[in-house]
């Protein structure tokens, strides 16, 4: 029988227990408090973004399809930034903390986010755009300046290195990826010569370093211990330099160091063909974060395609090739995103 009170309403059981959340365990809000702040988590942003700008080269595609991976992108990556200040704030992390060396070339994720934007931006105002772009690609000079200064330091030992160290020198050729298809790129246009010679500059920062980076990833992939199955993932962008060295080169132009860069490209395939050949080895690899890292990659890699069937409009094969490039691209994104989704409810997502 329902207790009451002298007034007739009923009085609450004390011992009665709340429903359970429709999401187990954790719901979105109780996930959201529990969530961890790591830069990493930008590689989530990174890879809508990644998405929206690849489906935007492709007619076929519906506008609406394009910018509401940009939207979504714009609320995740806004959504992180206030985390990471409520973090802050609340003392669950500090900024030597966030700067380690182990964590210090994830920041690169935040710059290529921000980067990103900017050519998600750059249809609607040109002029934001390129404002944040200059500032995108100054912030990511420096992140990799500093990568650099922690790596002759002797900070970093062989066994700490993976995939990972590639972000710091991918952020730079994204930088000039992005920053030679904004309008402000336009030679006619006031101040497209500073644009133009930033844009050179963070190319060939990243390609040099990219260079450097290659053969230390490689030879500890190949001679030291295998990686840890959670960091499996990372591998994939591996595929990220060769697929932007190729765009960039084709935006430059014939005279700029290779004839159409066809080299990068191709260079860009092998991985890509290299990531398909481990995708058992891959699928091993439990769910977390790092799947985010493979996004990105992929995309960039679809839109290298897609421009170099473009200009081969003769090679059916490559018509073919981008397609498939692109629907990969697009399912597994979606995929991840999905899978996210559960493993935040769930508190799993990031593991500190």
């Known amino acids: 029988m329902t207790k009451r009170t002298p007034t007739g309403r009923p009085v609450a059981d004390k011992e009665a227990k709340p429903a359970p959340s429709p999401h187990g365990a954790h719901d979105a809000q109780q996930a959201w408090r529990d969530l961890p702040f790591t830069p990493a988590l930008f590689t989530v942003p990174m890879g809508l973004f990644g998405l929206g700008l690849l489906l935007r080269l492709h007619l076929w595609v519906p506008p609406s399809v394009?910018?509401?991976?940009?939207?979504?992108?714009?609320?995740?990556?806004?959504g992180l930034v206030a985390l990471f200040l409520t973090r802050l704030g609340q003392g669950r992390t500090d900024v030597a903390t966030l700067m380690a060396p182990t964590l210090l070339p994830a920041w690169?994720?935040?710059?290529?986010?921000?980067?990103?934007?900017?050519?998600?931006?750059?249809?609607?105002?040109?002029?934001?755009?390129?404002g944040l772009w200059h500032f995108a690609a100054v912030l990511q000079f420096f992140v990799l300046l500093l990568f650099f200064r922690q790596l002759v330091m002797g900070t970093y030992d062989l066994k700490s290195a993976d995939a990972?160290?590639?972000?710091?020198?991918?952020?730079?050729?994204?930088?000039?990826?992005?920053?030679?298809?904004l309008p402000a790129a336009d030679r006619q246009s006031e101040g497209a010569l500073g644009l133009l010679q930033l844009a050179e500059l963070s190319f060939v920062?990243?390609?040099?370093t990219w260079v450097?980076?290659?053969?230390?990833?490689?030879?500890?992939?190949?001679?030291m211990q295998p990686l840890p199955s959670a960091l499996r993932p990372s591998l994939g962008i591996l595929i990220a330099p060769p697929s932007l060295a190729y765009l960039i080169q084709h935006r430059l132009g014939t005279d700029y160091l290779l004839a159409d860069g066809a080299g990068f490209f191709f260079m860009a395939l092998f991985f890509a063909l290299l990531a398909l050949t481990l995708t058992k080895y891959l699928l091993e690899a439990p769910f977390s974060l790092a799947w985010w890292g493979l996004t990105f990659p992929l995309s960039i890699f679809a839109q290298a395609a897609t421009i170099y069937a473009g200009a081969n409009p003769n090679l059916i094969a490559y018509?073919?090739?981008?397609?498939?490039?692109?629907?990969?691209?697009?399912?597994?994104?979606l995929l991840i995103a999905i899978r996210s989704g559960k493993a935040w409810a769930e508190g799993t997502l990031v593991r500190l």
């Open 319 to 333: 018509q073919g090739l981008a397609l498939i490039a692109v629907a990969a691209a697009t399912g597994i994104t």
């Open 108 to 130: 690169a994720s935040f710059t290529i986010t921000l980067l990103l934007l900017s050519g998600v931006l750059a249809i609607y105002d040109p002029g934001v755009a390129a």
């Open 66 to 78: 394009s910018e509401s991976l940009n939207i979504a992108g714009l609320i995740v990556c806004g």
């Open 212 to 223: 450097i980076i290659l053969p230390i990833i490689i030879g500890r992939l190949a001679f």
């Open 205 to 208: 920062m990243g390609a040099i």
């Open 164 to 181: 990972r160290w590639f972000l710091p020198t991918a952020g730079n050729m994204v930088a000039a990826q992005v920053g030679l298809t």
